[in-house]
């Protein structure tokens, strides 16, 4: 009954949450080119064809706000997650239109951090399995602040291809909302609240996902990435803070191994090439699977489907063992795509290449870069 009640009360601020936010964003593409927030393309980082205004962010910060105002009644963390949530989503705002130094946006970054410890919203265990609680002490603060910088970074470093950073986070705001539903004791407890500021989460990011998915309409900038690695962050903190749960801080971890994983590469990548680690490319995953011929929705669902089965996972070692099965659902319809898209390109490559003189019809010798690209799916270890 704990379960059916939390679902029910999930919904309400999750269509709030999508309808403002659809209401919002056609106001949001308006307001963009007029204060000079908008992306051009480029070869650095920006491979997209045409002009995008890029300040989706504040559609999704102000659906946020709406539903956790009018359902949030029972979260005592809520004004300052909102409050420190709309000041990061403001500034990142002036970044979209005026391009801050690097070094003014990490004060933006780290602050968000310090302002969450100021306010109570902290990282002050750590429970380990055979209940090892390990107090931080001093610890406590350096620990939130990386938590709360690297959910911005990361989120950021994945807002690179159409609709890959909203669908990620709307799958890990999912995960985390089955992980406090698994650990509701009584309505409107803590997990209670987790619930609703979660569900909120996946609404915003659907209803952007309206006018992000492939072709995208708008960006949601560093607006609305930052506002996304500050909500996702503040979200997992309050949902361990004060209660002692073994391994919850790695449902969320794991649900973001992706795109956390990607982000210490381009880190490393920066620091062997020698230039700052907040220099732009085209080189994070989403463009190196876009370079290997995946359409933009094509490398959207990747990260959907990759992030929903690392969500499975941290959910089964959190107890929820009957999600594996779903886990695996998800493996096989992953790899029946693989083979399906490399049946559909490889058939349309035979009918594209052209037939040699002298060559009978069905033993087709194929030349150029038809030939070439038949060997690579021949053999595709060959890749790199």
């Not at 490398?299 to 886990?327: E, M, N, Q, S």
Request: charged letters at 10%; proline letters at 6%; a neutral charge.
């Amino acid at each position: 009954m704990i379960g059916e009640s939390a679902w029910l009360s999930a919904l309400p601020p999750f269509l709030l949450a999508a309808a403002v936010c659809i209401v919002a964003v056609p106001l949001s593409m308006r307001l963009a080119p007029r204060v000079g927030a908008v992306a051009h393309p480029d070869d650095e980082r920006h491979l997209h064809a045409a002009p995008t205004p890029r300040l989706g962010g504040l559609a999704m910060l102000l659906g946020y706000i709406v539903a956790v105002v009018v359902f949030g009644g029972q979260i005592q963390s809520r004004w300052p997650i909102l409050a420190v949530a709309g000041v990061v989503t403001l500034v990142m705002a002036i970044d979209d239109i005026v391009d801050l130094i690097w070094w003014q946006k990490l004060i933006v970054v780290v602050g968000a951090g310090v302002a969450f410890y100021l306010l109570g919203i902290s990282i002050t265990s750590v429970d380990l399995p055979g209940g090892h609680l390990i107090q931080l002490g001093l610890l406590a603060l350096p620990v939130t602040v990386l938590w709360v910088a690297g959910m911005q970074v990361s989120i950021n470093f994945m807002d690179g291809a159409d609709g890959v950073a909203a669908g990620v986070v709307a799958i890990v705001a999912l995960v985390a909302m089955l992980a406090a539903i698994n650990r509701i004791i009584v309505p409107g407890d803590l997990q209670s609240g987790v619930v609703i500021l979660s569900a909120a989460l996946m609404g915003v990011c659907l209803g952007f996902l309206v006018f992000n998915l492939p072709p995208a309409r708008t960006f949601m900038g560093d607006t609305g990435s930052h506002f996304l690695g500050v909500i996702l962050a503040a979200i997992t903190i309050v949902g361990i803070a004060k209660v002692s749960v073994g391994l919850s801080i790695l449902v969320p971890l794991i649900a973001l191994a992706l795109p956390i994983s990607d982000t210490a590469w381009a880190i490393v990548r920066r620091g062997r090439a020698g230039v700052s680690p907040t220099t732009p490319d085209a080189r994070h995953l989403h463009h190196r699977l876009q370079a290997r011929g995946m359409t933009p929705m094509e490398t959207a669902l990747t990260f959907y489907f990759a992030t929903g089965v690392l969500g499975c996972v941290g959910l089964a070692i959190f107890g929820h063992r009957k999600i594996l099965d779903v886990g695996i659902a998800l493996c096989a319809l992953g790899v029946a795509a693989i083979f399906w898209r490399n049946h559909r390109r490889l058939q349309r490559l035979r009918r594209e290449a052209p037939v040699l003189p002298g060559e009978p019809d069905g033993g087709v010798e194929v030349a150029g870069h038809h030939g070439a690209a038949l060997e690579s799916l021949r053999h595709p270890r060959d890749l790199d």
